[in-house]
Every structure is written in C-alpha cells, then in structure tokens.
DNA sequence: TACATAATGTTATATTATAACAATAACTAA
DNA sequence: TTAGTTATTGTTATAATATAACATTATGTA
C-alpha cells in the first residue's frame, strides 16, 4: 500500500494530470497542459515527475519514455514493476500478479546475484486490437 | 541461434564497435567513435542501430538508452530479452535462463493476454560491487 | 529564532532521436 | 542484361527528451 506523502504543489498538479490520464503521459505533453496553471519549465516537470516515481505514485514506461500513475497496490514503491503494452494502440496496463512478483523477486542468476529491483515490459496485442 | 545476416558497411563497423565494448554503447559514443571510419551523422548511427537490433545482433537497454551486443544464443532475436544492470558500476549482463524464459514466454494476464515480445531488467549490485 | 533541508523558478544547454530528400547500391524478375 | 524495385547511404535540419547551474522561497526541526 501506498504511504501517504504530502505532495507539493507542483507534485500534486502533475500527479493529478497523470491519474486522470487513460494512458501513459511524455514528459513535454505534461508540460504542456499543466503551463496553465503556471508550471512553465521542463525542469519543474522532470523534478515532479523523480520525486513521484521515487515515491512510487507514479512509473515511467521506459521504453516510452512516458508516465503512468500506479494503481497496483501491492506494488514495492516502484522496486517491482510489470507492464503490457499495446504495439498497436499503446495501452499500457500495470500487471498485477502474484505469481510472476513472487517469481521474479527471487530470480536469482548463475551466480547466485540476487536483485533488489526490475522493470519488466511485455509487448503485444490487447483484446481490443486482437479483434480488429 | 543467429541467422547468418550480410551486414552492411556501417552495420559492420558500429556491431564490431559494440561487439568488442565490455559495457552498453550510447548512440553519441558510437557516433563519436566511428567518425574517422567516415560515419559523421547521427542517422547513419541509428540506422545501423535500428537494423541490428530488428535481426537480433544487438539489444537496446531501455533504461540506459545504450546498446549490448547479444551474446546469448538462444535469444530469440530481440522477442524476449532480460538483464542485470549493476547501479554502481553499471555493469549489463544478458540474462540467459530457460526457466526464466520459459516462464515468462507462456505468461499469461489475468484476461489470459498472451505476449509476442517481453523485455526485463533487474537492478542490483553485481558481485565486484557487493563486495566494496 | 536559527539552522538545515526540500522545493521552486529561471535560463541555458546537453543528450537522444527523427524528418525530409537526394543519391547509390543491391536484389529480382522478365 | 536490363528495367524495376527495395534497401542502404549521405546530408542538413530539427524534434524530443533530459539535465546543469544558480538564485530564491518554503518547510521542517532543534
Ligand atoms: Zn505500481
Ligand atoms: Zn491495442
Ligand atoms: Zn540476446
Ligand atoms: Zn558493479
């Protein structure tokens, strides 16, 4: 579960964008639609954007370059992260499974090495583009 | 196993670069070390990139924005990849483990989505760093 | 209060990646 | 072999992503 964190005002702003958006945002895209409301520079972003991540209220797509709130409660504060990812439409669904967490928390390699984080991005169709 | 593929001139030049660098390869690296074999432009560089990574001869490290050469033959070509990634030195190594892949080839969501293509990065310390 | 720490604002710049178009080279099928 | 096709190259310009550096303001804490 998520701790509650205090956001600031910048952090909360960005943050709400992200949680409202149905698919993962660029970092240029927030700024965009947050100068408005007077965040200006992409740095102002970029440090929102660290300082959410850390905290695990948000994950980047790395492979997007793009920004998703998490909504996985049993997510390790952005230790452990699964993604599905769309190579048609883009839809970006944060997996949630047990199985595979528990799975790749205790993958350990030829050499025994043990590891304290992963990101895992799976590619393919979602269901809508399935049919299509 | 890897296809025999005919690469090109600048294929050639910017895998053999990658091939023998012991850590990931950034494009502007790559770029800066092929200059006086007459590869001057950016383009020229991620052309060659995108073309070997598509036949497999070489990875992106999504989170590192650099690329490996792959080295593990039983990769198939560029659909399921997985590496540690050191966070000290930044040390990459190509994970390559059946049951890993297996496992994660015949993964499954919870809308029973089957995926084409996966790429996992594990982060941790590697064994010179652990021991510091 | 006074000190430390975190967050902000701002300008400039670094880094990563692609668009657009012209010219060659390599492959394929009469 | 020759015309047509596709892949690759060369080149210039520009888009997209991300950070450095420094001054300022807000927040937390002793
Ligand atoms: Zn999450
Ligand atoms: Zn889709
Ligand atoms: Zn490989
Ligand atoms: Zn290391």
């Given at each position: 579960?998520?701790?509650?964190?205090?956001?600031?005002?910048?952090?909360?702003?960005?943050?709400?964008?992200?949680?409202?958006?149905?698919?993962?945002?660029?970092?240029?895209?927030?700024?965009?639609?947050?100068k408005?409301?007077?965040?200006?520079?992409?740095?102002?972003?970029?440090?929102?954007?660290?300082?959410?991540?850390?905290?695990?209220?948000?994950?980047?797509?790395?492979?997007?370059?793009?920004?998703?709130?998490?909504?996985?409660?049993?997510?390790q504060?952005?230790?452990?992260?699964?993604?599905?990812?769309?190579?048609?439409?883009?839809?970006?669904?944060?997996?949630?499974?047990?199985?595979?967490?528990?799975?790749?928390?205790?993958?350990?390699?030829?050499?025994?090495?043990?590891?304290?984080?992963?990101?895992?991005?799976?590619?393919?169709?979602?269901?809508?583009?399935?049919?299509k």
């Amino acid at each position: 579960m998520h701790k509650e964190h205090n956001l600031t005002k910048n952090q909360k702003i960005i943050f709400d964008l992200i949680d409202k958006s149905s698919q993962p945002l660029k970092a240029y895209s927030i700024l965009y639609n947050v100068k408005k409301k007077g965040i200006k520079a992409p740095l102002q972003v970029y440090r929102a954007l660290d300082k959410l991540v850390e905290i695990g209220k948000i994950h980047k797509i790395e492979s997007r370059n793009a920004f998703i709130a998490c909504h996985n409660s049993s997510c390790q504060v952005a230790k452990a992260t699964a993604f599905s990812i769309c190579e048609i439409c883009e839809k970006v669904t944060e997996i949630s499974s047990a199985g595979l967490s528990k799975y790749l928390a205790n993958f350990k390699d030829k050499d025994g090495m043990k590891y304290s984080k992963y990101n895992l991005e799976f590619f393919g169709l979602c269901k809508k583009c399935t049919l299509k």
